[in-house]
């Protein structure tokens, strides 16, 4: 059985992305960077929603021929191209760089390609992830706090129906004070 781990970038106050779809305040250090790079090679398959999609599918395809491109982000950008991918969405009609496309329930699917065999999966967005949470399936969760209050947007975590207990399993500090927290939902 594989691994769901919900990780990412978040103001101290809890959002992924400010007011407008702002995520400007997230900008990583350079060792910031590499550690989200090193998730993604760690990772057999990463699932999307379709607003996550969006933005990753509008950068990532080209960021490695982009002038000043760093040796990081090219790295980067030749593991996300190369990795597995499934999008959950009923409004994309396409996509490419090797991603499948989920138009049906995706809390099934997410379950299905869990209990096959293989390495560990990411999650994002803050939609698809919490629907995966309220369903039980998420096993890691890779929080990157990072110290900014920005007021308001889209939430780390969407609402719940029932309390998730979690066991702290790593902290470290990156430079600029973000803040890496690991939590293991407790079985």
Do not use: C
């Not at 989200?36 to 090679?41: E, P, Y």
């Not at 997410?110 to 390495?119: H, N, S, V």
């Not at 902290?171 to 600029?176: A, I, L």
């Amino acid at each position: 059985m594989r691994k769901l781990v919900y990780g990412m970038n978040l103001s101290l106050d809890g959002y992924i992305a400010a007011p407008g779809d702002d995520i400007g305040w997230s900008a990583p250090s350079d060792e910031l960077f590499e550690f989200w790079s090193d998730q993604l090679l760690a990772t057999d398959v990463s699932l999307y929603g379709r607003k996550l999609w969006r933005t990753m599918s509008s950068h990532w395809p080209t960021a490695d021929r982009q002038p000043g491109a760093t040796p990081a982000e090219i790295e980067y950008a030749r593991r996300w191209r190369d990795m597995s991918k499934v999008v959950f969405s009923s409004t994309i009609d396409e996509v490419d760089w090797n991603t499948r496309l989920v138009g049906g329930d995706a809390v099934a699917e997410i379950a299905r390609l869990k209990a096959e065999d293989g390495g560990p999966m990411a999650i994002g967005g803050a939609t698809l992830a919490g629907a995966a949470v309220r369903a039980g399936l998420v096993d890691e969760y890779l929080l990157l706090t990072a110290p900014v209050l920005v007021g308001g947007g889209t939430p780390f975590f969407t609402a719940l129906d029932d309390w998730v207990r979690l066991d702290l399993v790593e902290t470290r500090t990156f430079p600029g004070g973000v803040l890496l927290t690991r939590y293991r939902t407790r079985r």
